[in-house]
């Protein structure tokens, strides 16, 4: 038993990260000495499951769908979303993350973003080759000069909440849901540009695919 009373007990000390678990937190970027540090993400448990597979789906199609997210790097994707969603910084924007956590090296043409106007109406029209990364890093690019970005895209990335704010979401079921859904979208997407907003479309509603399975 201690013979300490309370004045004579050292004051206690916050038991450190782990080291693996500092390594995973980004730095603290542009926080003069004094502010408050960035909200790190105070959520644990599973993060949202974002596939292209519903539940309404009929079984073979579940099944066909999951196959193809497993082969193509799912399982990837899923834990490094997971660890943004335990530990990741709130306080950064959600595409810059991505970038970082992805480990993409961008070379793009700088002459187009230092040309867009840093407020009022503004429309980017884009091609769509490579899937939900286009959208990504169209968002980045975009959003380190506008903000107020809006992307119209599957409403299967309203399953991440983060995109809640940012996805205007379009279904392609044929139901009178997904006609619901999509009128109500093109509504806002034109009230976010007459308020002087930004919004990237990609009009082809799909992404290019080859002729062949193994081919171009």
């Known amino acids: 038993m201690s013979h300490l009373n309370r004045s004579q007990q050292s004051p206690r000390r916050p038991a450190s990260r782990p080291d693996s678990q500092k390594a995973d937190q980004p730095a603290s970027r542009g926080h003069p000495p004094g502010s408050a540090r960035p909200r790190l993400s105070a959520r644990r448990g599973a993060a ?5 597979a519903n539940p309404y789906d009929p079984l073979h199609r579940r099944l066909f769908i999951g196959t193809i997210e497993r082969l193509s ?3 990837k994707m899923r834990q490094l979303y997971q660890d943004y969603y335990d530990n990741g910084d709130q306080s950064l924007p959600f595409f810059a993350e991505a970038v970082r956590r992805l480990g993409l090296s961008l070379a793009f043409d700088r002459a187009p973003l230092a040309l867009m106007p840093k407020e009022g109406p503004l429309v980017v029209v884009a091609n769509h080759p490579f899937g939900v990364i286009d959208g990504l890093i169209l968002c980045h690019l975009v959003g380190a000069v506008r903000p ?7 409403e299967v990335m309203l399953r991440a ?28 997407a034109i009230a976010h540009t007459k308020k002087g907003g930004a919004l990237i479309i990609f009009p082809a509603g799909g992404v290019s695919t080859a002729r062949r399975v193994f081919g171009k």
């Open 161 to 188: 909440p983060e995109l809640k704010d940012v996805v205007l979401p379009v279904s392609f079921t044929e139901t009178s849901a997904a006609r619901r859904i999509n009128i109500d979208t093109c509504r806002r």
């Open 48 to 52: 949202p499951l974002v596939s292209y």
């Open 73 to 75: 790097g799912q399982k």
């Open 148 to 154: 107020d970005v809006k992307l119209i895209a599957h």
